[in-house]
């Protein structure tokens, strides 16, 4: 993780809450960030981490959508 | 899952229905964002996209375009208090205002500069020297700005305080695209921004200028997904707002990191460097948050700079995408990021510096 890359938005995964702060964990890598922009956060999601502030969460379900057409259409698995 | 949205077989193949469905008509497509840039040269997309179809970065970066006033009224807070701690983030840090001044000059001047990854970092070192005062150099566009609003709501401690020099993207999309010097078929619109505003904020657009829009993510197959989307349109003549990056950008945004920027900010006319006064493009502190702007704590007018861009340098026509880097005299002859000359060779998220980085990469393995 380049950590000074101004917005540049790092996916990882929420593993604890601590009030307004919780701890990210970038595939093993953890830190802590400021949830206070995320509504009602839930351990265990994907969450956009920028500038130590977690910006909104991941829908998997989403990308998960979005591969399994692409593959469908235009890939030769 | 990142690993599927780098699936070199999937981006060859849809990078080859862009071949097939481009006509011989010459495409301009503009990305405005300095990841983006940055995953476009990192993974040599540009060589498998056809030659008729050009795709120009756009004023993403927001250290670049930030003002040098801004960078020399914290020069100046430094050198007319003497108690200041400065933070600033690690890519602001060397840029250049007039003179060649930078906060890395003032630190090796001896005044106090620290580089900080996060404003909670800057909050930090307020409490552990109650003695001094902390200002925190506020740069960035709509991803970065609820932060600092976040943390002004937060009740900081009193010896915080900050220079916003934040900046949001729709008013400067409408300021290019109404000069008309930037002619372009479609708007690659940045995803972390829209994470904020949402793809909704750029509908006006389409309205006025009737201009393609496409929200992508940064992932290579983000972007290639994002121009066969653009040309559809362009090609289709159905012109809207499009989201390719459903799995974080909401039509609404993140309405709370809405609510709490619009709580603390106002958005008023800003100068943008190598671009000019931008109506209603920047974020200045409501009347209610002034104790906490370090210009008006401190009595400190910002100064007036008539030149913000070093004679030679091209990065006002690189930030609208009117010429590249290579374009540039100055460009790895003498400016490289090691003794960068303008902005746009100083961050990590400068067209300039990806270009000396990665030069004319070809498509990854």
């Known amino acids: 993780m380049q950590i000074y890359f101004m ?25 802590e960030v400021d949830l206070s922009l995320i509504e009602k956060p839930i351990i265990g999601e ?14 998997e379900g989403e990308a998960r959508k979005t591969i399994k057409l692409l593959r469908e259409t235009f890939g030769s698995f | ?89 690690g890519d602001m ?39 001094k005062e902390v200002v925190h150099f506020a740069v960035g566009f709509e991803t970065t700005a609820p932060s600092t609003a976040s943390t002004l709501l937060q009740d900081p401690p009193e010896n915080f305080s900050i220079v916003s020099a934040h900046l949001i993207v729709p008013p400067v999309l409408d300021y290019l695209l109404a000069s008309g010097e930037v002619a372009v078929q479609g708007l690659v619109l940045p995803g972390h921004v829209s994470t904020i505003i949402g793809s909704k904020a750029y509908e006006f657009l389409v309205d006025k200028y009737k ?84 210009s008006v704590k401190f009595d400190v007018e910002p100064p007036e700079i008539a030149r913000d861009i070093e004679i030679g340098c091209r990065c006002s026509d690189v930030i609208k995408g009117l010429v590249k880097p290579e374009e540039c005299k100055l460009f790895r002859r003498v400016c490289t ?9 100083v961050s990590i998220e400068g067209t300039c510096a990806i270009a000396y980085k990665y030069g004319r990469l070809k498509l990854k393995n």
């Open chain 1, 7 to 31: 917005c540049l938005g790092v996916p990882g995964k929420l593993v604890k809450i601590i009030g307004a702060r919780g701890i990210v964990s970038f595939g093993g890598a953890k830190r």
């Open chain 2, 1 to 89: 899952m990142t690993k599927d949205y780098r699936n070199k077989e999937l981006i060859s193949n849809l990078a080859k229905i862009i071949r097939e469905e481009a006509s011989n008509d010459n495409y301009r497509f503009m990305h405005v964002c300095g990841t983006h840039e940055d995953t476009i040269t990192k993974h040599g997309l540009r060589s498998i996209l056809p030659s008729n179809i050009d795709v120009v970065a756009g004023p993403g970066c927001p250290v670049c375009v930030t003002h040098p006033e801004k960078i020399e009224l914290a020069l100046k807070l430094l050198e007319e208090r003497k108690n200041i701690i400065l933070t600033t983030f």
């Open chain 2, 93 to 131: 840090y060397r840029v250049p205002s007039k003179y060649g001044r930078s906060f890395s000059h003032a630190k090796a001047q001896g005044f106090d500069v620290k580089v900080v990854y996060s404003i909670s970092d800057a909050i930090k070192m307020a409490k552990d020297n109650d003695d």
């Open chain 1, 46 to 59: 994907y969450v956009i981490v920028h500038a130590g502030f977690a910006i909104e969460r991941i829908d």
């Open chain 2, 211 to 294: 201009v393609p829009q496409v929200v992508a993510g940064f992932e290579p197959l983000d972007v290639i997904i994002a121009l066969k989307m653009l040309l559809k349109q362009v090609k289709e003549g159905e012109i809207k707002v499009e989201n390719e990056y459903d799995r974080v950008v909401k039509p609404d945004g993140n309405l709370k990191a809405k609510r709490l920027m619009n709580e603390v900010f106002k958005q008023e006319d800003a100068k943008w460097r190598g671009l000019g006064k931008v109506p209603k493009s920047g974020l200045g502190l409501k009347p209610e948050f002034e104790k906490f702007d370090a």
């Open chain 2, 337 to 345: 990021p090691y003794d960068p000359r303008g902005p746009c060779m």
